[in-house]
């Protein structure tokens, strides 16, 4: 049985003077600790290239970083908004409705989740802190293997089928979180201050996100969050075969 391809989103990041384009190594490490091929898909390609790029590519996984345009959901910036990259954007927002076209399984990542929302037609709160001031703290200062807050995961749903649990301990290192939900889009997380820290399709789809980083468990022999990559694989491969 061969591996399923599992594309993964990339960025461009200026390092020494020259435009770069990669992605961080765990989540590399955590579809191949879950038996997938990780590809990654640089933003480069452009929208126009997306569909192509995932032609030979069994599922997809939609990673962190920057802040999502707040464009793309008819919002003004406010003056918290991070980074933005247009070009990611949009190229993401063609890779997401071209997997959902084939009926690709897809894990959206932190900024991924967020992504996945706006392409639903949601909304995002630009900056939790100064928007949503909360008991618990989202931009985590302890290493990113560090799971410093709880997810209460509601029962009935693929998340929670995944995860095992009804509540689990996650790492966080976001500002931004979904604030109405997208079309087709349901909850399926939450942390104590009522951020949403989970969501998936309820069309019968696999599409599943996290506001969270599981890929930085991927060395966690025990890692709950590990079961997010396996179920992505798993899902490629019956769709793959
Ligand atoms: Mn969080």
Redesign the pocket.
Known sequence: MSSPRIAVSGLVRRVDGLDRSGVNVAYLAAVLAAGGIPIILSPVLGPDRAEEALRGVDGLLLTGGDDVDPAHYGDIPSSQLGAIDSRRDEFEFALFRSARARGLPVLAVCRGLQLVNVALGGNLWQDLPSERPGA?L?EQRVARDRRT?AVRVSPDTRTRALLGAERLM?N?F?HQSIRELGDGLLATGW?EDG?I?AAEVADGGWVVGV??HPESFHAEAASPDLALFRGLVAESRRCAG
């Open positions: 618990v989202h807050h996650v966080s976001h942390a951020v820290e506001q969270w």
